[in-house]
């Protein structure tokens, strides 16, 4: 049982670069999300989805695509990547979707991106 | 809106010295409230957890309190192992407005534990 497995580690991009970071979980979860970590702000939501085949829009979104490719898969999408991106970036997935209050969220070893 | 907020860091301490990291809190309603930690290079993981004013989470020597009076939910561990170097995340479970739930977290304490 592998929980949330995240791809690449790390990533250098140069500014207007596209990319693709990947996200799989095997616990059956319905619902996945993308966060960002960066110094002192502690985890921002970039875009959730509840269950599969919908998606939304979190707290940072803008410049920020996804795809919830399947039950276990939802990946983020950098179209053209800026300095402001840089960041580590982490998937999470739960059990239920946003209708439970005491959910917990299971978390990817993340990505350490670099955007020069 | 929600928030979270906690002591900055770092937080250093010798073995086996007693740890409190504060979190306070702002929620309309009654949130869940969480305790998140995060070793080097890796994602985060539940601590403990608790979902009503009064309830005690624990785990591996850790507990904190849902304090509703004081808006409150400090870790704490009566003594400290290497171990226990981490970054501590306090967070939040709160309604939003189209009736669903959210998670918001605070900033992060880092602990540093000297052997």
């Known amino acids: 049982n592998a929980g949330v497995t995240q791809t690449p580690k790390f990533q250098v991009l140069k500014t207007g670069q596209s990319m693709t970071l990947q996200c799989a979980q095997d616990m059956n979860h319905n619902s996945m999300y993308w966060y960002r970590q960066d110094p002192g702000m502690g985890l921002r939501l970039i875009y959730y989805s509840a269950s599969e085949g919908t998606t939304d829009k979190g707290e940072v979104p803008n410049g920020y695509n996804v795809s919830r490719l399947n039950k276990r898969e939802f990946s983020l999408r950098l179209e053209s990547a800026a300095p402001s991106q840089t960041s580590v970036y982490f998937c999470a997935s739960s059990d239920f979707g946003a209708y439970r209050r005491d959910n917990e969220q299971f978390f990817g070893p993340g990505t350490r991106l670099t955007v020069l | 809106g929600d928030s979270v907020t906690q002591m900055e860091g770092p937080v250093t301490l010798s073995e086996e010295a007693f740890l409190t990291i504060n979190c306070t809190y702002t929620?309309?309603?009654?949130?869940?409230l969480f305790w998140y930690v995060q070793y080097p290079g890796e994602g985060l993981q539940l601590l403990l957890k608790a979902t009503k004013a009064d309830d005690k989470g624990s785990n591996k020597g850790f507990e904190a309190t849902y304090r509703k009076e004081t808006t409150s939910f400090h870790l704490e561990k009566g003594s400290v192992q290497v171990s226990d170097s981490a970054v501590y995340f306090c967070a939040l479970r709160g309604i939003e407005n189209t009736g669903g739930f959210k998670t918001i977290f605070g900033a992060g304490t880092r602990l540093f534990v000297k052997a």
């Open positions: 929620a309309t309603g009654y949130p869940s």
